[in-house]
């Protein structure tokens, strides 16, 4: 089992940056596939970015392909997400996952486990 905690949200303006990170427990992180979603008020939990155990391999949502990038460090049990560029359409809560499938996967009931999520909002 996996505990997964968010940090590093907050309030930008369109254009600026920022870097989430998702710290792990558990000995085996490096045998999850990780993933990042999104869900911004009234609307279903939306996927980012998936990572493979090593983190060479990466899958983007078309909405932020060429502006976030997903990364990990097995070492220090962390996934990260940087979002430069951001828009007011970014405004969500950010989750980090843990799946136990051995491929990269991008939906919501494809991750075994979550994090409770770290609030983004960009203003225009």
């Known amino acids: 089992q996996v505990q997964l905690v968010e940090s590093g949200g907050g309030l930008v303006q369109a254009g600026a940056s920022l870097r989430l990170s998702c710290a792990a427990s558990?000995?085996?992180?490096?045998?999850?596939?990780m993933g990042w979603f999104r869900q911004a008020p009234g609307k279903e939990r939306e996927f980012v970015a998936a990572?493979?155990?090593?983190?060479?391999?990466?899958d983007y949502a078309d909405s932020v392909k060429g502006r976030f990038t997903a990364s990990r460090d097995n070492g220090k049990n962390t996934v990260y997400l940087q979002m430069n560029s951001l828009k007011p359409e970014d405004t969500a809560v950010y989750y980090c996952?843990?799946?136990?499938?051995?491929?990269?996967?991008?939906?919501?009931?494809?991750?075994?486990?979550w994090g409770q999520g770290t609030q983004v909002t960009v203003s225009s």
């Open positions: 996952a843990a799946s136990l499938l051995r491929r990269l996967v991008v939906r919501t009931t494809e991750y075994h486990y």
């Open positions: 558990g000995r085996t992180f490096s045998s999850y596939i």
């Open positions: 990572l493979s155990w090593s983190g060479s391999n990466t």
